[in-house]
């Protein structure tokens, strides 16, 4: 199939999967699972999931392991997104095109539903039988990867930070995440060298980077239909991003430049990396 038919059928095998693993609306609590539920189905790139399947399918992995790998990393995901959209942190109304959970429901189910998302990760992904994975996925989800990622997004409020400063903040915050999901799908594969494992960090240090350079052109010049979250809301809290200290243009060459050191480091991995290839121009070429 091509990349977009496997793309569609990545994201209908995490969707359906989704809607099994969570809680249904019908158990109690019923309110905290129909929050949770509304939080995670129907919304979204699935890209953290695409780029399990994506490095799982070049190293032989086994398809229901991946898609066990690939909840755990998504839900993650959306647990932090319902906490980054409250008052007391990003403060946000809109997510995916529709209200944020605080709104829909309100701030203290939010948390609880961030609180319960957080945990269902970690059950799904103790399933693949991997402890490496559920270690590496504590990591990159705590003070060391994304939550100290957002801890210092939100000290740096009204600041002017280093490049440096800011590419550690955002190796954590969105990077760590997105590391992981490459992580997770290359190890539940077949054995690897010592050369593909760093070939595949590469890869994935590059794109967690990328993704954020990308976000942060996004906010700038995308409107907020488009983006299905509120437009301009970084420059409007006096958050500092790439485009705030490089620019516009020297922040679109920078996303090109990690785009060419990840397809360089694919080349180093003996096994058909095109659909990881594929995802690099999905993540600087995407226009949302």
């Known amino acids: 199939m091509n990349f977009e038919q496997w793309m569609r059928a990545c994201a209908t095998r995490t969707e359906a999967a989704l809607e099994q693993t969570l809680p249904s609306e019908r158990v109690e609590p019923a309110r905290l699972h129909r929050a949770m539920r509304y939080a995670v189905l129907q919304g979204g790139k699935r ?38 959209d409250m008052p007391d942190m990003d403060n946000d109304t809109l997510r995916r095109g529709k209200p944020t959970v605080w709104v829909e429901f309100d701030a ?24 490496a994975l559920v270690q590496e996925l504590a990591e990159a989800s705590g003070s060391l990867g994304m ?31 997105l590391r992981c999901s490459v992580r997770l799908g290359a190890w539940l594969g077949r054995a690897l060298t010592h050369e593909e494992k760093m070939a595949f960090d590469q890869y ?44 516009l243009s020297e922040s679109k060459a920078l996303a090109q430049t990690l785009r060419h050191e990840a397809l360089s480091a694919l080349k180093k991995i003996n096994s058909d990396t095109s659909r990881l290839a594929n995802l690099a121009d999905l993540i600087v070429l995407r226009q949302h």
């Open 47 to 84: 890209m953290r999931p695409l780029l399990v399947y994506a490095a799982g399918e070049a190293v032989g992995a086994a398809e229901a392991v991946l898609t066990q790998a690939a909840v755990a990393v998504e839900c993650i995901h959306a647990y932090s997104l319902v906490h980054d």
């Open 204 to 247: 994935a240090n590059a794109m967690g980077l990328a993704f954020q350079v990308v976000d942060d052109v996004l906010d700038a010049e995308a409107d907020t239909a488009t983006l299905g979250k509120t437009a301009g809301k970084d420059a409007a809290a006096d958050k500092p991003t790439y485009v705030s200290l490089l620019g």
């Open 108 to 131: 203290a189910t939010a948390l609880l539903v961030g609180d319960a998302l957080q945990s269902l990760a970690f059950a799904t992904v103790c399933q693949t039988g991997q402890l």
């Open 147 to 177: 939550a100290g990622g957002q801890a210092i997004d939100l000290a740096s409020v009204g600041q002017t930070l280093s490049r440096p400063e800011l590419e550690h903040m955002h190796r954590l915050k969105t990077g760590a995440l």
